[in-house]
């Protein structure tokens, strides 16, 4: 049984930094991300990242945000910099096992 278990969202102010994370357990994980939803807007993919270390980035966190897995503890990370009131959204971590699974989804609020 696929289980995700995420952490790190907040208040931040703009220009401000947070990291989330987000533990999978219970399969093996080909590809991990996060993607976001904003008040009255559809859900987008943020970043990704294969087991091999390849990564994606949306043009608008390019350069801002990083992301990163730990393949033995099966954690994904995106740590988020020079944060943007336009950053606000709840955010979901995805792993890929044969479907996708999603986390909860932890609220992320930047203030000008």
């Known amino acids: 049984q696929v289980q995700l278990v995420e952490s790190g969202g907040g208040l931040v102010q703009a220009g401000g930094s947070l990291r989330l994370s987000c533990a999978a357990s219970g399969s093996i994980f080909s590809t991990m991300g996060w993607h976001r939803q904003a008040p009255g807007k559809p859900r987008m993919l943020v970043a990704s990242?294969?087991?091999?270390?390849?990564?994606y980035y949306a043009d608008s966190v390019k350069g801002r945000f990083t992301i990163s897995r730990d393949n033995a503890e099966n954690t994904v990370y995106l740590q988020m910099n020079s944060l943007k009131p336009e950053d606000t959204a709840v955010y979901y971590c995805?792993?890929?096992?044969?479907?996708?699974?999603w986390g909860q989804g932890t609220q992320v609020t930047v203030s000008s």
């Open positions: 995805m792993v890929v096992s044969g479907r996708n699974y």
């Open positions: 990242i294969t087991s091999g270390g390849s990564s």
